[in-house]
């Protein structure tokens, strides 16, 4: 009864879209599909809704070639990234757009619209036009479009990108309310992000996708603790995890002609030479710390990121305050190194402080 | 110098409505004179400067036979030849430029793009290359002087103006409107009339509009397919002498001819500023 989806590739230039890419998600789940832009995830998407046919591979659903069903038989849901409505419709006709193509009855098409515009706060908007909305209410729209239809997969494609910091916030919060409450234990929500904040707080099963391939596929809590591979580890974290071309000598980790202690996860560590990850927010100021100096300082909300340079090597950290650095500045850091993630030169993981491992 | 600029603008616009109007002003005033108030010398203001008489615009709808210059006939074939090739022309260059804009085509190095330009290529070439072949070919079909060959010959001329204008149009519709309707449970022919469509009705009138205009302007293959059954209006109106047609009865059946293009600019004007795309994707 579940969606399996064996290697499924699509190449349609001299790229891989998707390569090789196999799943098996569950009804009842929430699956984040997490990658950078053009990793693949809205090729998948499509995939999945029958509007792109892989080259190879292939998708079941309820043990049917689910390759074969027309798009228009898959009783599936999707919103876009970029506000997608139907222009000469008003917003109770566009909610109501999928019922009456299955012919449902008026008056029931009536009840499920209002419960549906209800449920994403458009209560009294029913006559409105599309263009008179604002971005975040045409999304609505359309995510009360494709929660109508009751519908056994249910695709959100990046829906809050195009979207302001604050509604993408409130919105992504009244997501996990909706997924809560207003889904069945029949279906299954596939929502694609660049975000892995997102990822994190929808708190479903994530997939690692890039360049078209799956790198790890896993609950987010084991995302976050163990990425399995650096390209993984910087994917998930925003920004990105650090990463230092480091070497262990006599009890120390020494990168950048900076000399630490080996914290305790990692002192059975029986490699040389490897990258050490640190996740920015694992990064303070501190006074007696190493010296590096500024490359860019952005403020972003009540934080600030601060780009540093020391020698060949950069790092960003995160500082939980509004600071104002100019450029060449020297700053003092401290690394917290029991939050330190080992990535061997193949660049999987070889220790985390959460213990787990890949070599 | 803002008021400078708003005097030249206003300047500007009013030189230029002058202009485009006069004519239609001479002519409006010389279809209601009569043989005097023409040859007394300049004169433009009814009642003042000469007595309105409506024998200019009697003699449109008089026989021949009566002394007037019937244009009644190729009036109407006009209007038949041009509504019904433009109507076959917007139908089927729709689909194929919704054809050309959603799907892809590969036929050796023929692509969508060539297909397109193939359509658009009829238009470049200049009319006169055009005749001798479509003649031939109307003659062997039997349908030369006839309307129906006539149509034939302007579906293909218009077809290629709503192609061009079409698929400009629906490359402008985001592609995930259809795809959105596919989702929402229509096949793609339910996606085409019940989403795409209703979406592209500024397209469509702007399409049809040139293809009437185009239509109903055309002189060149009007004379030279029609020979004595069937005549259409430009061939008539430039057939009217005017050593024999009065000026009067010339400037009314000028108005005439040009009042249906007048009646279909302002129903576009009304609809292009009615209809955007704007709310499908921000």
């Known amino acids: 009864m579940n969606l399996v989806a064996e290697n499924l590739c699509y190449k349609p230039d001299d790229q891989y879209h998707l390569n090789d890419v196999s799943f098996n998600f569950k009804k009842g789940n929430i699956y984040t599909i997490l990658g950078r832009t053009l990793s693949g995830k809205t090729t998948l998407l499509k995939t999945i809704a029958g509007l792109l046919t892989p080259d190879t591979g292939e998708i079941q659903f309820e043990e049917k070639d689910f390759l074969k069903v027309p798009v228009w038989e898959r009783n599936i849901a999707m919103v876009y990234q970029q506000f997608i409505n139907y222009p000469h419709l008003n917003v109770f006709e566009n909610v109501a757009f999928p019922l009456k193509q299955r012919k449902v009855k008026d008056q029931e098409i009536n009840n499920v619209v209002m419960k549906s515009l209800k449920s994403v706060g458009l209560e009294g908007y029913e006559n409105r036009k599309i263009q008179e909305l604002s971005g975040g209410q045409q999304q609505r729209v359309s995510l009360a479009r494709s929660l109508v239809k009751n519908a056994k997969i249910l695709l959100l494609d990046e829906p809050l990108v195009n979207l302001d910091y604050k509604l993408r916030e409130q919105l992504r919060e009244e997501f996990k309310n909706i997924f809560s409450q207003g889904l069945s234990e029949e279906s299954i929500v596939i929502f694609s992000t ?32 163990n990425p399995k591979t650096l390209r993984v580890a910087e994917i998930s ?69 601060l780009h540093l340079k020391r020698g060949n090597s950069k790092i ?18 401290n690394f917290n190194t029991n939050k330190a993630y080992v990535f061997d030169e193949n660049e999987i993981l070889a220790s985390s402080p959460f213990g787990g491992s890949y070599v | 110098m803002e008021k400078l600029y708003k005097f030249l603008k206003y300047f500007f616009i009013t030189f230029w409505a002058v202009f485009v109007v006069a004519p239609f002003l001479w002519a ?76 892809t085509f590969k036929a050796g190095f023929v692509k969508n793009n060539d297909i397109t330009f193939f359509f658009i290529s009829q238009r470049i070439m200049p009319p006169i290359v055009l005749s001798i072949p479509f003649f031939l070919f109307l003659g062997a079909i039997n349908l030369l002087d006839s309307l129906i060959g006539l149509i034939v010959v302007y579906i293909v001329l218009l077809m290629p103006i709503a192609v061009w204008i079409m698929v400009d149009f629906f490359n402008k519709v985001p592609r995930e409107i259809d795809e959105t309707a596919l989702i929402d449970g229509c096949n793609p022919y339910q996606a085409f009339f019940k989403v795409v469509l209703p979406n592209s009705i500024p397209g469509l009138i702007v399409a049809g509009m040139f293809c009437i205009i185009f239509g109903w302007i055309d002189f060149f293959f009007a004379f030279i397919l029609t020979f004595t059954e069937v005549q259409l209006l430009p061939v008539k109106i430039v057939a009217l002498n005017s050593s024999i047609t009065p000026w009067w009865s010339l400037s009314a059946s000028a108005l005439v001819s040009v009042a249906p293009l007048i009646i279909v600019a302002f129903i576009v004007e009304r609809y292009l500023s009615k209809g955007n795309l704007s709310g499908a994707i921000k």
């Open chain 2, 28 to 103: 409006l005033t010389t279809s209601f004179k009569d043989f005097n108030s023409v040859n007394g010398g300049a004169t433009y203001i009814p009642w003042v400067d000469f007595e309105p008489k409506l024998e200019g615009w009697r003699v449109l709808i008089k026989s021949p036979a009566n002394g007037g210059v019937d244009i009644i006939e190729p009036y109407f074939n006009s209007l038949f030849v041009t509504c019904t090739a433009s109507l076959i022309s917007i139908v089927l260059g729709t689909l194929s430029a919704y054809a050309l804009s959603r799907f």
């Open chain 1, 316 to 333: 960003i950290t995160s500082i939980e305050e509004v600071m104002n650095f100019n450029i060449h500045d020297k700053v003092k850091i």
């Open chain 1, 237 to 305: 974290n925003d920004p990105p995890m650090n990463i230092l071309k480091a070497s262990i000598e006599s009890n120390q980790i020494i990168f950048e002609g900076i000399k630490v202690q080996i914290p305790n996860h990692l002192s059975n560590l029986d490699i040389k030479n490897f990258n050490l990850g640190i996740r920015a927010s694992d990064i303070e100021l501190n006074d007696n710390g190493f010296e590096f100096e500024v490359e860019l300082a952005e403020i972003s909300g009540s934080e600030t990121l």
């Open chain 1, 194 to 225: 660049t975000d892995p904040k997102e990822a994190m707080e929808l708190n479903g099963e994530v997939i690692v996708l890039d360049e078209g391939k799956v790198l790890q596929f896993g609950p987010a809590k084991e995302i976050f603790e």
